[in-house]
């Protein structure tokens, strides 16, 4: 009986069909804007202007320039550059302090836990507010600094649920063998718990990098350095000042067509790109990660 493979009824092929077109539908809806994007950075601005650039551009007018003119801007590779810095030293640090405090929270003997977690869900829910939180910073002397770009996010409530409730639903037996065997709570947490923990490192990763890759609100608060703008801000300004101004104001030459739109859409395109290649490795880890750390055995 295991190897009789049954034929579908009418009405599974019926459903699996709209299954198929429906969430067909959606991908394309949801590739559409995209794909956009990437066919107005390569055409000319007559043909962004006209509406001749759809989701696929005109082949026989492709150019090439407006990456050339992103990439020899320096102001966008300064942010760039201090981005890539910055998602890379705030995730690794954030995961330190997020899967240190989970491991702790997740233990029963721990005195006063439950306080420290509703403790945690509370500031989750009511922050100290932008002003508190800038004459906070500015007391300890961290705005202009490339430190204040990665401290403020180090620590998120609800990523360190999620490990907690991981680390939760390990069985306890582990601990307590090791502990016989000599174990302190440093070795049990970097030798048995992190490991077990893969997948939901791996997507917690991932929403830290995301957060840091795309956060604007940081640098524009509490910096007001060139050297310290990070990517989006200058996406901003650069989106802000439209065509003409920013390639007189950010180092570029208009070359022929090649002005506003289709720059601006370079410019996306291209700090978009290290997001969407970092994601397939990581996405095979997504659903377990999350589900793993949802839901508590």
């Known amino acids: 009986m295991a190897g009789i493979k049954l034929k579908p009824t009418l009405g599974e092929r019926t459903f ?5 077109v429906f969430f067909g539908v959606l991908a394309f809806l949801m590739l559409a804007p995209i794909l956009n994007l990437v066919s107005k950075s390569m055409s000319s601005e007559t043909d962004v202007i006209t509406g001749a650039v759809g ?7 492709l150019q090439f320039e407006t990456y050339k003119l992103v990439f020899a801007n320096q102001h966008f590779i300064t942010g760039f550059k201090n981005t890539i810095l910055v998602t890379i030293v705030g995730s690794f640090v954030a995961i330190s302090v ?3 405090a989970a491991y702790a929270l997740s233990k029963p003997y721990l005195r006063g836990r ?15 507010g932008m002003i508190p939180t800038y004459l906070v910073v500015d007391s300890l002397k961290l705005t202009n600094t490339f430190t204040v770009l990665w401290l403020l996010g180090v620590f998120s409530v609800y990523n360190m649920l999620i490990l907690k409730n991981n680390f939760e639903s390990m069985p306890r037996e582990l601990e307590e063998s090791a502990t016989i065997d000599g174990a302190g709570q440093m070795r049990i947490f970097l030798q048995i718990y992190l490991p077990l923990s893969k997948a939901t490192l791996a997507v917690i990763t991932l929403f830290f990098a995301v957060g840091y890759w795309n956060n604007f609100f940081t640098a524009l608060l509490y910096t007001t350095r060139t050297d310290l703008k990070t990517l989006q801000l200058v996406l901003k300004e650069i989106i802000y000042s439209v065509s003409d101004v920013f390639l ?7 070359s022929g067509e090649i002005t506003g739109q289709s720059t601006i859409a370079a410019c996306v395109v291209v700090a978009t790109l290290p997001i ?3 994601y397939p490795f990581l996405q095979k ?3 377990s990660g999350v589900m793993t750390g949802s839901v508590k055995g």
């Open 16 to 20: 699996y069909a709209i299954n198929y």
């Open 55 to 61: 989701i696929l551009p005109d082949f026989t007018n």
């Open 98 to 100: 997020t899967a240190c």
């Open 114 to 128: 439950k306080f420290l977690v509703l403790l945690c869900i509370f500031i989750m829910i009511f922050s100290g």
């Open 248 to 254: 007189s104001l950010y180092g570029g030459q208009m």
């Open 276 to 278: 969407v290649f970092a």
């Open 285 to 287: 880890h997504f659903a």
